[in-house]
């Protein structure tokens, strides 16, 4: 992905905002779409929530630790920091009434495109978008991911099949699956691009595809699964719909915690994967 960095002329984490963050993101993507059809909005509402709080706990602090000593640089980085927490709490507060419906999907849909719109502007005012790519460049890239989606819808409606029986079996609610079953699975992407990123030495994209998923995933994928079908928001009393929106929320702020200081270590890593660890044994028991 850092070739396509170099062709597009921008950074390795706009790159990894817009091709690495997106293209991981499809899991949740077409397991919210399957979801959606089926009426299990409530597995939705958690796997976006539990692979956010996944993406900037597990995820972040598995490829700190493997990284021992992580820098973060970037402009478009630093200007990026609050509108990532705003796009995070828009979903908790457009459900504030109780549903995300239509309407509220195409706010966050608007909002994702917003945010990328915001992003090319500041690289190119920095003059690096290239304004001549060609289309040859990219076309045969462009065929495996459609082929990849198609695959990956089918992999969804398995997914969201199996994840209902287990809950139906044991008695498991359809939050709590999307929370923790839902989210480990449709994560995996996300740790493998980590982990791949920092083996080679390129950790902008590795931060573009943390961030990007946190932003794809409380704005695209819940946009548009809303548009098909509108979420019901658990109240929030509701135990575990309570603290795992808490969780999210402390956790994306912790996450922008440590590109404020520039640079996270292997010792933050553990404590990152000590937060998750807090939040399975609160949501379980």
């Known amino acids: 992905m850092s070739d ?14 817009l091709v690495v963050s997106v293209g991981t993101s ?4 077409s397991t ?17 929530i539990g692979a956010n709080i996944i993406d900037v706990t597990l995820v972040l602090g598995i490829t700190a630790i493997i990284g021992k000593k992580l820098f973060i640089h970037g402009k478009v980085l630093d200007k990026t920091m609050f509108l990532v927490l705003g796009i995070s709490l828009l979903p908790l507060i457009l459900g504030f009434d109780g549903t995300i419906s239509q309407i509220d999907g195409g706010i966050l849909i608007l909002s994702f495109i917003f945010y990328i ?26 065929v495996v991911i459609g082929i990849s989606i198609i695959v ?11 994840a209902r029986f287990i809950g139906g079996t044991i008695g498991i609610s359809d939050i709590l699956l999307g929370l923790v079953l839902v989210a480990v ?34 704005s695209l994928v819940l946009g548009i699964a809303a548009l098909i079908n509108p979420i019901r928001i658990p109240k929030f009393n509701t135990i575990i719909f309570r603290d795992s929106a808490l969780f999210m929320v402390t956790s994306v702020y912790i996450a922008l915690l440590f590109i404020k200081k520039k640079q996270i270590t292997w010792q933050e890593g553990i404590g990152l994967l000590m937060v998750y660890a807090t939040f399975i044994v609160t949501v379980l028991f």
């Open 152 to 162: 990956l819808l089918i992999s969804a409606n398995f997914l969201i099949n199996a």
């Open 185 to 218: 699975g449709t994560t995996i992407p996300e740790l493998t691009v980590e982990i791949q990123s920092i083996l080679r030495g390129v950790t902008g994209i590795a931060f573009g595809d943390i961030l990007g998923s946190v932003v794809c995933n409380s």
């Open 4 to 17: 396509y960095a170099k062709k597009l002329g921008i950074s390795d984490y706009l790159i990894g905002f």
């Open 26 to 29: 499809v899991p949740e993507l």
């Open 32 to 48: 919210a779409f399957i979801a959606s059809f089926k009426g299990a909005g409530q597995i939705i509402l958690g796997n976006v």
């Open 117 to 142: 719109y915001f992003l090319l502007r500041k690289e190119g005012e920095m003059g690096r978008i290239k304004k001549d790519v060609k289309w040859k460049d990219i076309w045969k890239d462009m």
